[in-house]
């Protein structure tokens, strides 16, 4: 595959975004569909489309290349926390708006945005690779992602001031303890941890069980690109569109990082020699836009909604652009 091939998927992508877009603005698609409709991609298809990626394929996937694609997962991560904070410093955000840029820098749209592009490039076969980035994601997001959301405002007053926005309730230890292990377990993590027993125990399931999981998480595709059209037509403000400190934070998202990485993956010693797709996997996962679920957090702790609405709006219009220059360093 090369550079011209992922332009193309990536155009047909944007026709799918540009699809629900202009179904949104024609009143086909309302925001209580759109949240339902969120619902059943994140709950339903996209732990489909996880499963089916394991089911009654010859998978060449080996526990070499498992291992190296572990390894990246965690330097991914590794390299997101770490570089957030030096990075919102640099470019000098305002405080209260500080731990919400490094939400917006660590946790990207690897669901919507990430399963779609990846395996419309590297195909079924990277659905395995990504579920341990899923694990991770999830693991990292109610944890340190609501450590960070729940002290983005850095007082009281501020809360008030975000249009109603709500801090996390101050329950009792126990109560909290249960419900951050009911949002870590959730469907997502649950088809993360099937797809991995499936594919390490090498379980053979029946045909109509594969082709259930194949209509199901076929449909993911044109689901997550038309919803992410949708979202984009809910709007921004036009102030959104002029901010330019917020350009070079993107810039560095989605440009910078990747590409560096890019570059030092060819030359570190062994590394250059591990296996395409694992790499591939792992530098287009770093390209990605701002998740929504960066939204979803901020509302739901008390951060402020409206900068991390723009981050997700913008990057992700963006993204249709700098993924295919970050595909030009991907190792074919």
């Known amino acids: 595959m090369n550079i011209f091939v992922v332009i193309q998927q990536m155009l047909v992508l944007l026709v799918m975004i540009m699809v629900g877009f202009f179904a949104y603005r024609g009143n086909w698609i309302d925001d209580h569909s759109y949240g339902k409709l969120s619902k059943i991609v994140i709950n ?29 997962v965690v330097v991914y991560f590794t390299i ?5 904070l030096p990075i919102v410093k640099i470019l000098r955000f305002q405080k209260k708006h500080e731990n919400v840029y490094r939400l917006m820098f660590i946790f990207s749209n690897v669901g919507f945005m990430g399963i779609p592009v990846i395996t419309s490039i590297y195909g079924q076969e990277s659905i395995i690779l990504i579920a341990f980035y899923t694990l991770g994601y999830n693991a990292l997001l109610y944890s340190y992602g609501i450590l960070l959301a729940s002290s983005a405002n850095g007082d009281a007053e501020y809360n008030t001031h975000t249009s109603g926005a709500l801090k996390e309730p101050d329950h009792h230890p126990a109560e909290k303890k249960a419900g951050f292990w009911r949002q870590l377990i959730n469907p997502g993590i649950v088809a993360c941890v099937v ?87 792992f530098l287009l996962m770093l390209a990605m836009p701002v998740g929504s679920i960066v939204v979803m957090m901020a509302k739901e702790y008390g951060a402020d909604e409206i900068e991390s609405t723009k981050g997700s709006i913008i990057s992700t219009l963006l993204a249709v652009i700098t993924i295919p220059v970050v595909a030009a360093f991907l190792p074919f």
């Open 44 to 72: 339903i298809l996209n732990p489909c489309i996880l499963i089916n990626g394991v089911l009654g394929k010859n998978n060449t996937l080996n526990g070499q290349m498992v291992m190296h694609n572990l390894i990246l």
């Open 80 to 84: 997101l926390v770490l570089l957030s």
């Open 195 to 281: 797809a991995i027993v499936i594919f390490a125990a090498g379980i053979q399931l029946p045909d109509s069980v594969c082709t259930f999981f194949g209509y199901m998480g076929n449909s993911v595709v044109p689901f997550s690109m038309m919803l992410i059209g949708a979202s984009l037509a809910q709007g921004g403000k036009r102030e959104f569109f002029i901010d330019v400190k917020f350009y070079l934070f993107a810039a560095i998202k989605l440009l910078v990082v990747p590409i560096v990485m890019a570059l030092l993956l060819r030359v570190i010693p062994g590394v250059s020699q591990w296996e395409a797709i694992t790499k591939g996997v």
